[in-house]
């Protein structure tokens, strides 16, 4: 296995396109976003755990915390973060210096505030890094996007960008109606995106089941379309003594309820057909298309 972080500075050195051996050469990665309407929802633990889940089903998974405001995922892991994406926005560092090794073989790139506002300033940046990212795609099977929460612009590019989305919510009414309200302003930028919903933190099977029955109603009455109950993970213990631990609950208590939960949930999301094609373009590539047009 050669040195990634060379080849990109031999790549990007001599000005010549770097070009993978043929045998390493893979499809471009499925990308998922995960995101909420409001924040406290338990949205980035959920990706964490999910991130982990989807590895031990034999998928080779990068874990991005697009959060810009309040990226937190490096926390949960008790992780030191030394370099962010904004490093290689800067041209100080490269996507394989960024990378954090995380639980299970996942891979986690450290979010990094304003990134896309950043790139976005200027054309040379945005297509070197547009390109990176594209090449560093090829070697994922999943890549889970963490994203913010809210409806700001910078969320709604990385949910509209991505080939699908899970929405988390739970039974608070705040949650479900800023759940909605993320539903509605997505499905608006790309009417082709399929939504699947997690209920966090439900005390039984019925009432995540009622949780997800509000959403869906007002969804089908307002919007005319329909969305995917994904699953539910339910009220557990161990899940806060985990956070508190710095550790994620389906690696330190594998038959939890909650771990359980997540690995029927990463099963179920792998069966899935994504919403588009995934080989059409790259990540990035979307993002930017989106603010162009």
């Not at 010549?16 to 499809?27: A, G, T």
């Not at 560093?136 to 949910?159: K, P």
């Not at 608070?172 to 939504?195: G, Q």
Request: charged letters at 20%.
């Amino acid at each position: 296995m050669w040195d990634q972080a060379q080849s990109l500075r031999e790549q990007y050195g001599s000005g010549r396109q770097f070009v993978y051996p043929e045998e390493d050469r893979i499809s471009l990665a499925r990308k998922i976003a995960v995101t909420s309407g409001k924040g406290g929802v338990g949205k980035s633990n959920i990706s964490l755990n999910l991130a982990i889940a989807i590895a031990r089903l034999n998928k080779k998974v990068l874990l991005i915390d697009a959060d810009t405001n309040l990226a937190n995922i490096d926390i949960l892991l008790g992780l030191k973060v030394n370099k962010t994406l904004a490093d290689v926005v800067m041209g100080t560092a490269f996507f394989s210096e960024v990378l954090l090794n995380g639980p299970e073989g996942i891979k986690l790139l450290p979010g990094s505030s304003g990134m896309i506002e950043m790139v976005e300033q200027d054309s040379a940046v945005r297509e070197k890094l547009t390109k990176a990212f594209t090449e560093f795609e090829q070697h994922y099977d999943v890549i889970l996007i963490d994203t913010g929460a809210g409806l700001s612009n910078a969320v709604l590019d990385y949910v509209t960008g991505a080939d699908d989305v899970v929405l988390v919510t739970n039974a608070e009414p705040t949650s479900i109606t800023d759940a909605y309200a993320m539903v509605k302003v997505a499905l608006y930028r790309n009417p082709m995106l399929h939504m699947h919903v997690i209920v966090n933190l439900a005390p039984s099977r019925d009432h995540a089941m009622g949780t997800f029955d509000k959403l869906r109603l007002a969804v089908r009455n307002f919007l005319q379309v329909d969305i995917q109950m994904l699953g539910f993970v339910p009220v557990d213990p161990n899940i806060p003594i985990a956070v508190a631990k710095q550790e994620p609950f389906i690696t330190r208590y594998p038959r939890s309820a909650a771990t359980n939960a997540v690995m029927m949930i990463a099963r179920k999301l792998l069966k899935i057909q994504p919403s588009r094609d995934s080989q059409k373009s790259g990540f990035l590539t979307r993002i930017f298309q989106q603010k162009g047009s």
